[in-house]
């Protein structure tokens, strides 16, 4: 994934506000995770950022990824015992449309490496 500052033109793009962006990425029902099927239920906005999203590269010939501006906004749920940093996690959304595209997730660090000084 690329996410680089947008240009004066691709800010023209821009049709949704980030808080409108906010709501869209924790309106996105629990998460699922784990053999006894609980969920992470998204409470919270860490940091959010609004630049040119290029989405990853496929192996296929002839592919081109997905690139427009975006917001890209970090949910944060409740802390989860034995499953660190699952409650923490990216959503893509379409700075001109408002339509959430991708959502990353990690198991290893916060996604963005800090929540902003929000605790999750």
């Not at 998204?42 to 999203?53: D, H």
């Not at 015992?81 to 893509?92: D, L």
Request: proline share 9%.
């Amino acid at each position: 994934m690329t996410f680089v500052p947008l240009t004066d033109v691709q800010r023209k793009g821009v049709r949704i506000t980030a808080d409108a962006a906010e709501y869209t990425a924790l309106a996105i029902g629990p998460q699922g995770y784990g053999s006894d099927h609980a969920t992470v239920v998204w409470r919270k906005v860490g940091c959010i950022f609004l630049g040119w999203y290029v989405a990853p590269q496929m192996p296929s010939y002839g592919y081109v990824p997905p690139r427009f501006p975006a917001y890209l906004v970090q949910v944060l749920g409740d802390p989860v015992k034995g499953w660190p940093n699952i409650n923490v996690e990216a959503v893509v959304i379409d700075a001109g449309t408002g339509e959430r595209d991708t959502i990353y997730g990690s198991s290893d660090a916060p996604i963005m490496g800090t929540t902003c000084g929000v605790t999750p």
